[in-house]
Protein backbone atom coordinates (compact mmCIF):
# COMPACT_ATOMS: atom_id res chain seq x y z
CA UNK A 1 0.00 0.00 0.00
CA UNK A 2 1.26 3.94 -0.46
CA UNK A 3 2.20 5.15 2.98
CA UNK A 4 -0.51 8.28 2.17
CA UNK A 5 -0.64 9.93 5.59
CA UNK A 6 1.23 8.83 8.96
CA UNK A 7 -0.56 9.70 12.53
CA UNK A 8 2.26 7.61 14.19
CA UNK A 9 2.40 8.90 17.70
CA UNK A 10 3.10 5.87 20.49
CA UNK A 11 5.86 3.41 20.78
CA UNK A 12 6.26 0.24 20.47
CA UNK A 13 8.76 -2.92 20.60
CA UNK A 14 11.57 0.16 19.91
CA UNK A 15 10.24 1.52 17.18
CA UNK A 16 7.07 3.79 15.71
CA UNK A 17 8.32 3.23 12.20
CA UNK A 18 5.37 2.58 9.30
CA UNK A 19 8.26 0.80 7.56
CA UNK A 20 7.87 -1.70 10.51
CA UNK A 21 4.55 -3.10 8.67
CA UNK A 22 7.18 -4.19 6.06
CA UNK A 23 9.44 -7.45 6.23
CA UNK A 24 10.37 -8.81 9.47
CA UNK A 25 10.38 -5.08 11.07
CA UNK A 26 13.05 -2.81 11.54
CA UNK A 27 16.63 -4.38 11.84
CA UNK A 28 18.68 -3.92 15.00
CA UNK A 29 21.97 -2.92 14.25
CA UNK A 30 22.70 -5.21 17.64
CA UNK A 31 26.06 -2.88 18.36
CA UNK A 32 26.95 -2.01 22.06
CA UNK A 33 27.49 1.08 24.15
CA UNK A 34 31.35 1.49 23.30
CA UNK A 35 30.21 1.26 19.40
CA UNK A 36 27.51 3.00 19.04
CA UNK A 37 29.43 6.64 19.29
CA UNK A 38 31.06 4.92 16.29
CA UNK A 39 28.15 4.26 14.77
CA UNK A 40 28.19 0.41 14.97
CA UNK A 41 31.79 0.28 13.81
CA UNK A 42 32.74 -3.36 14.71
CA UNK A 43 33.90 -5.95 13.02
CA UNK A 44 38.00 -5.19 13.03
CA UNK A 45 37.34 -4.01 16.70
CA UNK A 46 39.02 -5.93 19.27
CA UNK A 47 38.93 -4.35 23.13
CA UNK A 48 39.84 -6.25 26.21
CA UNK A 49 37.90 -4.25 27.83
CA UNK A 50 34.54 -4.38 26.00
CA UNK A 51 31.99 -6.52 24.34
CA UNK A 52 32.07 -7.09 20.85
CA UNK A 53 29.33 -9.10 19.87
CA UNK A 54 29.04 -8.36 16.26
CA UNK A 55 32.48 -10.13 15.45
CA UNK A 56 33.07 -13.41 17.97
CA UNK A 57 36.28 -13.98 17.04
CA UNK A 58 37.18 -10.50 19.31
CA UNK A 59 35.97 -12.51 22.72
CA UNK A 60 39.19 -14.29 22.12
CA UNK A 61 41.04 -10.79 23.66
CA UNK A 62 38.94 -10.40 26.75
CA UNK A 63 41.05 -9.60 29.79
CA UNK A 64 41.81 -12.69 32.10
CA UNK A 65 41.28 -11.24 35.17
CA UNK A 66 37.94 -9.53 34.31
CA UNK A 67 34.18 -10.18 33.92
CA UNK A 68 32.76 -7.71 31.63
CA UNK A 69 28.58 -6.87 32.06
CA UNK A 70 27.71 -4.32 29.40
CA UNK A 71 23.91 -3.23 29.45
CA UNK A 72 22.08 -0.26 27.59
CA UNK A 73 19.03 1.25 26.93
CA UNK A 74 18.08 4.10 23.89
CA UNK A 75 15.39 7.19 24.06
CA UNK A 76 14.60 8.49 20.50
CA UNK A 77 12.08 11.47 19.26
CA UNK A 78 11.53 10.79 15.52
CA UNK A 79 9.65 13.24 13.11
CA UNK A 80 7.53 11.60 10.27
CA UNK A 81 7.13 14.24 7.11
CA UNK A 82 4.90 13.81 3.91
CA UNK A 83 4.56 16.85 1.74
CA UNK A 84 3.36 19.91 4.37
CA UNK A 85 2.53 17.66 7.20
CA UNK A 86 4.32 16.35 9.99
CA UNK A 87 4.17 14.33 13.01
CA UNK A 88 6.70 13.74 15.47
CA UNK A 89 6.91 10.68 17.95
CA UNK A 90 9.19 9.45 20.86
CA UNK A 91 10.06 6.19 22.56
CA UNK A 92 12.14 4.57 24.76
CA UNK A 93 13.89 0.93 25.02
CA UNK A 94 16.15 -1.14 27.02
CA UNK A 95 18.40 -2.36 23.94
CA UNK A 96 20.76 -5.37 25.06
CA UNK A 97 21.99 -7.02 28.15
CA UNK A 98 25.89 -8.89 27.49
CA UNK A 99 28.70 -10.35 29.45
CA UNK A 100 32.05 -11.99 28.72
CA UNK A 101 35.24 -13.66 30.32
CA UNK A 102 37.97 -15.33 29.75
CA UNK A 103 36.99 -19.06 29.34
CA UNK A 104 40.87 -20.43 29.40
CA UNK A 105 44.08 -19.15 27.63
CA UNK A 106 43.47 -17.75 24.77
CA UNK A 107 39.98 -18.60 24.42
CA UNK A 108 36.35 -16.22 25.83
CA UNK A 109 33.41 -16.68 26.21
CA UNK A 110 30.26 -14.00 25.55
CA UNK A 111 26.44 -14.25 26.24
CA UNK A 112 23.45 -11.99 26.24
CA UNK A 113 20.49 -11.09 25.04
CA UNK A 114 19.81 -8.66 21.94
CA UNK A 115 17.23 -7.24 19.82
CA UNK A 116 17.20 -8.65 16.31
CA UNK A 117 14.15 -7.07 14.47
CA UNK A 118 11.07 -4.48 15.99
CA UNK A 119 7.98 -3.27 14.73
CA UNK A 120 5.45 -0.52 16.16
CA UNK A 121 3.23 1.35 14.32
CA UNK A 122 -0.38 3.07 13.93
CA UNK A 123 -1.39 5.30 11.81
CA UNK A 124 -4.51 5.77 9.40
CA UNK A 125 -5.96 7.66 6.61
CA UNK A 126 -9.35 9.01 5.47
CA UNK A 127 -10.23 10.02 2.34
CA UNK A 128 -13.82 11.15 0.62
CA UNK A 129 -15.87 8.18 -1.76
CA UNK A 130 -16.02 10.10 -5.02
CA UNK A 131 -17.71 13.61 -4.85
CA UNK A 132 -20.11 11.90 -1.69
CA UNK A 133 -19.82 13.05 1.94
CA UNK A 134 -19.07 9.40 2.65
CA UNK A 135 -15.96 8.76 3.37
CA UNK A 136 -12.91 5.82 3.85
CA UNK A 137 -10.69 5.31 6.49
CA UNK A 138 -7.74 3.29 6.16
CA UNK A 139 -6.23 2.16 9.63
CA UNK A 140 -2.81 0.67 9.98
CA UNK A 141 -1.29 -0.91 13.45
CA UNK A 142 1.14 -2.89 14.10
CA UNK A 143 3.25 -4.41 16.85
CA UNK A 144 5.75 -7.29 18.06
CA UNK A 145 9.42 -8.43 16.73
CA UNK A 146 12.08 -10.69 16.84
CA UNK A 147 14.46 -11.18 20.07
CA UNK A 148 18.00 -12.90 20.01
CA UNK A 149 20.03 -14.48 23.15
CA UNK A 150 23.45 -16.19 22.26
CA UNK A 151 26.07 -18.07 23.53
CA UNK A 152 29.27 -17.07 21.55
CA UNK A 153 33.63 -18.27 21.69
CA UNK A 154 35.97 -16.48 20.70
CA UNK A 155 39.90 -18.52 20.09
CA UNK A 156 43.10 -17.36 19.10
CA UNK A 157 43.71 -20.31 16.87
CA UNK A 158 47.34 -18.80 16.50
CA UNK A 159 49.14 -15.57 17.11
CA UNK A 160 47.52 -12.89 14.82
CA UNK A 161 44.32 -14.77 14.15
CA UNK A 162 41.13 -15.60 15.89
CA UNK A 163 37.89 -17.44 14.89
CA UNK A 164 34.83 -17.41 16.31
CA UNK A 165 31.15 -18.27 16.74
CA UNK A 166 27.80 -17.30 18.11
CA UNK A 167 25.10 -19.71 18.61
CA UNK A 168 21.60 -17.73 19.00
CA UNK A 169 17.86 -18.81 19.60
CA UNK A 170 15.55 -16.65 18.04
CA UNK A 171 12.12 -16.03 19.34
CA UNK A 172 9.25 -13.55 19.19
CA UNK A 173 6.00 -12.99 17.88
CA UNK A 174 4.49 -9.90 15.05
CA UNK A 175 0.47 -8.74 14.77
CA UNK A 176 -0.20 -6.64 12.00
CA UNK A 177 -3.71 -5.13 10.88
CA UNK A 178 -5.30 -3.68 8.30
CA UNK A 179 -9.02 -1.99 9.16
CA UNK A 180 -10.88 -0.69 6.76
CA UNK A 181 -14.65 1.18 7.58
CA UNK A 182 -16.73 3.69 6.45
CA UNK A 183 -18.95 6.53 8.13
CA UNK A 184 -21.88 4.69 6.11
CA UNK A 185 -23.37 2.76 7.79
CA UNK A 186 -24.16 0.57 5.06
CA UNK A 187 -20.50 -0.42 4.55
CA UNK A 188 -19.49 -3.16 5.98
CA UNK A 189 -15.85 -3.26 7.87
CA UNK A 190 -12.95 -5.40 6.79
CA UNK A 191 -10.27 -6.27 8.82
CA UNK A 192 -7.25 -7.92 7.35
CA UNK A 193 -4.54 -9.50 10.43
CA UNK A 194 -1.39 -11.08 9.68
CA UNK A 195 0.47 -12.48 12.80
CA UNK A 196 2.97 -15.43 13.43
CA UNK A 197 5.09 -16.66 16.38
CA UNK A 198 8.93 -17.13 15.57
CA UNK A 199 11.12 -20.06 17.70
CA UNK A 200 14.28 -20.65 15.83
CA UNK A 201 17.91 -20.69 15.81
CA UNK A 202 20.94 -18.31 14.26
CA UNK A 203 24.62 -19.07 13.89
CA UNK A 204 27.11 -16.60 13.26
CA UNK A 205 30.64 -17.06 12.41
CA UNK A 206 33.94 -14.13 13.06
CA UNK A 207 37.76 -14.24 11.94
CA UNK A 208 39.99 -11.52 13.19
CA UNK A 209 43.87 -11.50 11.86
CA UNK A 210 45.85 -8.75 13.82
CA UNK A 211 49.26 -7.33 12.15
CA UNK A 212 51.66 -5.49 14.18
CA UNK A 213 53.07 -2.60 11.37
CA UNK A 214 55.10 -0.96 14.07
CA UNK A 215 55.75 -0.79 18.05
CA UNK A 216 52.70 1.59 18.73
CA UNK A 217 50.73 0.32 15.27
CA UNK A 218 48.79 -2.64 14.77
CA UNK A 219 45.93 -3.31 11.86
CA UNK A 220 42.91 -6.01 11.86
CA UNK A 221 41.25 -7.38 9.71
CA UNK A 222 37.45 -8.59 10.60
CA UNK A 223 34.93 -11.09 8.94
CA UNK A 224 31.76 -12.49 9.37
CA UNK A 225 29.06 -15.24 7.96
CA UNK A 226 25.43 -15.56 9.32
CA UNK A 227 24.03 -18.49 7.95
CA UNK A 228 20.85 -18.30 5.94
CA UNK A 229 17.62 -20.35 6.68
CA UNK A 230 14.08 -20.79 6.81
CA UNK A 231 12.96 -20.03 10.26
CA UNK A 232 10.17 -22.66 10.79
CA UNK A 233 7.52 -20.18 10.94
CA UNK A 234 3.82 -20.28 9.61
CA UNK A 235 2.63 -16.94 8.82
CA UNK A 236 -1.83 -16.25 9.00
CA UNK A 237 -3.67 -14.09 7.75
CA UNK A 238 -7.05 -13.99 8.83
CA UNK A 239 -9.53 -11.55 6.93
CA UNK A 240 -12.69 -10.53 9.21
CA UNK A 241 -15.85 -9.24 7.78
CA UNK A 242 -18.17 -7.06 10.08
CA UNK A 243 -21.83 -5.87 8.76
CA UNK A 244 -22.28 -2.64 10.12
CA UNK A 245 -26.20 -2.97 10.58
CA UNK A 246 -26.19 -6.28 12.59
CA UNK A 247 -22.67 -6.25 13.91
CA UNK A 248 -22.22 -9.77 12.54
CA UNK A 249 -18.96 -11.30 11.86
CA UNK A 250 -17.26 -14.00 9.44
CA UNK A 251 -13.60 -14.71 8.74
CA UNK A 252 -11.25 -16.57 6.59
CA UNK A 253 -8.04 -17.68 7.95
CA UNK A 254 -5.05 -18.62 5.40
CA UNK A 255 -1.58 -20.29 6.48
CA UNK A 256 1.06 -20.06 4.66
CA UNK A 257 3.61 -22.65 5.89
CA UNK A 258 7.39 -22.42 6.39
CA UNK A 259 6.45 -18.89 5.27
CA UNK A 260 9.21 -17.00 6.51
CA UNK A 261 13.48 -17.09 6.52
CA UNK A 262 16.43 -14.96 6.99
CA UNK A 263 19.45 -14.46 4.46
CA UNK A 264 22.92 -15.41 4.45
CA UNK A 265 24.97 -12.27 5.36
CA UNK A 266 28.57 -11.62 4.98
CA UNK A 267 30.83 -8.52 6.23
CA UNK A 268 34.39 -7.43 6.36
CA UNK A 269 36.15 -5.06 8.43
CA UNK A 270 39.35 -2.76 8.82
CA UNK A 271 40.77 -0.72 11.46
CA UNK A 272 44.00 0.70 12.31
CA UNK A 273 45.19 1.19 16.04
CA UNK A 274 47.78 3.39 16.79
CA UNK A 275 49.24 3.79 20.52
CA UNK A 276 46.03 2.65 21.98
CA UNK A 277 45.21 6.34 21.82
CA UNK A 278 43.23 6.51 17.99
CA UNK A 279 41.48 3.64 16.42
CA UNK A 280 39.68 3.88 13.33
CA UNK A 281 38.39 1.64 10.83
CA UNK A 282 35.75 0.86 8.12
CA UNK A 283 32.73 -1.35 8.01
CA UNK A 284 31.23 -3.27 5.10
CA UNK A 285 28.43 -6.15 5.57
CA UNK A 286 25.93 -7.12 3.10
CA UNK A 287 22.35 -9.16 3.89
CA UNK A 288 21.27 -11.22 1.11
CA UNK A 289 17.48 -10.47 1.78
CA UNK A 290 16.49 -10.01 -2.25
CA UNK A 291 16.37 -14.53 -2.78
CA UNK A 292 14.41 -14.72 0.03
CA UNK A 293 10.48 -15.30 -0.58
CA UNK A 294 8.39 -13.54 1.59
CA UNK A 295 4.22 -13.85 1.84
CA UNK A 296 1.94 -11.57 0.73
CA UNK A 297 -2.18 -11.36 -0.03
CA UNK A 298 -3.01 -11.28 -3.54
CA UNK A 299 -5.39 -8.77 -4.25
CA UNK A 300 -6.63 -10.28 -7.17
CA UNK A 301 -7.07 -13.86 -6.44
CA UNK A 302 -7.60 -13.31 -2.10
CA UNK A 303 -4.88 -16.08 -1.94
CA UNK A 304 -2.46 -15.23 0.66
CA UNK A 305 0.94 -16.76 -0.83
CA UNK A 306 5.05 -16.50 -1.02
CA UNK A 307 5.91 -14.09 -3.64
CA UNK A 308 9.39 -13.14 -5.05
CA UNK A 309 10.77 -9.72 -5.61
CA UNK A 310 9.41 -8.31 -2.34
CA UNK A 311 12.40 -8.11 -0.43
CA UNK A 312 16.31 -6.52 -1.52
CA UNK A 313 20.36 -7.26 -0.57
CA UNK A 314 20.67 -4.51 1.95
CA UNK A 315 24.69 -3.32 1.99
CA UNK A 316 25.96 -1.26 4.51
CA UNK A 317 29.05 0.76 4.66
CA UNK A 318 29.94 2.37 8.19
CA UNK A 319 33.12 4.36 8.92
CA UNK A 320 34.48 5.47 12.47
CA UNK A 321 36.76 5.88 15.42
CA UNK A 322 37.63 6.41 18.56
CA UNK A 323 40.15 9.06 20.32
CA UNK A 324 41.91 8.47 23.83
CA UNK A 325 44.05 11.18 24.61
CA UNK A 326 46.17 9.43 27.61
CA UNK A 327 44.76 6.01 28.67
CA UNK A 328 47.50 5.98 31.30
CA UNK A 329 46.94 9.58 33.00
CA UNK A 330 45.56 10.22 36.21
CA UNK A 331 43.35 13.37 35.06
CA UNK A 332 39.80 12.63 34.28
CA UNK A 333 39.39 13.75 30.78
CA UNK A 334 42.76 12.72 29.39
CA UNK A 335 40.89 8.96 30.18
CA UNK A 336 37.56 9.71 28.58
CA UNK A 337 37.05 7.95 25.06
CA UNK A 338 36.01 10.23 22.27
CA UNK A 339 33.80 8.39 19.56
CA UNK A 340 32.53 9.42 16.17
CA UNK A 341 31.04 7.47 13.28
CA UNK A 342 28.79 7.18 10.18
CA UNK A 343 26.99 4.93 8.27
CA UNK A 344 24.72 4.79 4.87
CA UNK A 345 22.56 1.00 3.81
CA UNK A 346 20.01 0.98 1.46
CA UNK A 347 17.04 -0.70 2.30
CA UNK A 348 15.98 -5.05 2.59
CA UNK A 349 12.06 -3.88 1.96
CA UNK A 350 10.07 -2.84 -1.01
CA UNK A 351 6.82 -0.81 -0.93
CA UNK A 352 4.51 -0.68 -3.38
CA UNK A 353 7.27 -2.90 -5.83
CA UNK A 354 9.74 0.58 -5.80
CA UNK A 355 12.73 0.69 -2.72
CA UNK A 356 12.06 1.23 0.83
CA UNK A 357 13.95 4.52 1.95
CA UNK A 358 17.48 4.12 2.21
CA UNK A 359 19.35 5.46 5.44
CA UNK A 360 21.89 7.92 6.20
CA UNK A 361 23.17 8.42 10.38
CA UNK A 362 25.95 9.88 12.13
CA UNK A 363 26.97 9.46 15.41
CA UNK A 364 28.72 11.00 18.56
CA UNK A 365 29.92 9.75 21.66
CA UNK A 366 31.82 9.43 25.07
CA UNK A 367 33.24 6.49 27.07
CA UNK A 368 33.90 8.03 30.41
CA UNK A 369 35.30 6.31 33.22
CA UNK A 370 33.70 5.86 36.06
CA UNK A 371 36.42 4.59 38.53
CA UNK A 372 38.29 6.18 41.41
CA UNK A 373 41.29 5.45 40.28
CA UNK A 374 43.71 5.81 37.36
CA UNK A 375 43.42 1.85 36.07
CA UNK A 376 39.71 2.78 34.27
CA UNK A 377 38.19 -0.58 34.08
CA UNK A 378 34.31 -0.29 34.03
CA UNK A 379 32.95 2.91 31.88
CA UNK A 380 29.27 4.93 31.12
CA UNK A 381 29.30 4.94 27.51
CA UNK A 382 26.90 7.63 25.93
CA UNK A 383 25.89 8.61 22.49
CA UNK A 384 23.32 10.54 19.89
CA UNK A 385 22.71 9.34 16.29
CA UNK A 386 20.65 11.03 13.69
CA UNK A 387 19.60 9.00 11.22
CA UNK A 388 17.72 10.05 8.18
CA UNK A 389 15.55 7.24 6.29
CA UNK A 390 14.37 8.72 3.14
CA UNK A 391 12.66 7.46 -0.54
CA UNK A 392 11.18 9.45 -3.87
CA UNK A 393 7.23 9.50 -3.14
CA UNK A 394 7.74 7.94 0.65
CA UNK A 395 7.22 9.36 4.36
CA UNK A 396 10.90 10.72 5.34
CA UNK A 397 11.98 9.96 9.12
CA UNK A 398 14.31 12.00 10.70
CA UNK A 399 15.07 10.25 14.27
CA UNK A 400 17.21 11.84 16.99
CA UNK A 401 18.51 8.86 19.31
CA UNK A 402 20.01 8.62 22.41
CA UNK A 403 22.22 5.91 23.48
CA UNK A 404 23.47 5.11 27.03
CA UNK A 405 25.33 1.82 28.60
CA UNK A 406 27.18 0.88 31.15
CA UNK A 407 29.89 -1.30 31.23
CA UNK A 408 31.10 -2.95 34.25
CA UNK A 409 34.45 -4.38 34.44
CA UNK A 410 34.60 -6.37 37.42
CA UNK A 411 37.82 -7.94 38.55
CA UNK A 412 36.60 -11.52 39.62
CA UNK A 413 39.14 -13.43 38.72
CA UNK A 414 42.20 -12.03 40.40
CA UNK A 415 44.30 -14.39 42.46
CA UNK A 416 44.64 -12.62 46.18
CA UNK A 417 47.51 -13.22 48.58
CA UNK A 418 47.57 -13.59 52.56
CA UNK A 419 50.43 -12.54 54.13
Request: net charge positive; hydrophobic share 35%.
Amino acid sequence: MALATAAAANAQSGTNSPYSQYGLGVLSDQSQGFNRGMNGLSLGLRQSNQVNMLNPASYSCVDSLTMIFDVGLSGQVTNFKEGNRKINANNADFEYAVAAFRLMPKMGLSFGVVPFTNIGYNYSATTNVGTSTTTSTETHSGSGGIHQVYVGIGWNFFKGLSLGVNGSYLWGSYDRSVTISSNDAYVNTVTTAYSTSVQSWKVDFGLQYTQAISKTDNVTLGATYSLGHSLSADPMVTTTNTNSQTGVSTSHEQTVYDGLSIPHAFGVGLSWEHNRRFIVGADYSLQKWGELKYPEMNTSTGKYVLKNGLLSDRHKLTVGGEWTPNWQSRKFYNRVRYRIGASYNTPYIKVNGKDGPKEISVSAGFGIPITNNWNNGSYLNISGQWVKASAKDLITENTFRINIGLTFNEQWFNKWKVR
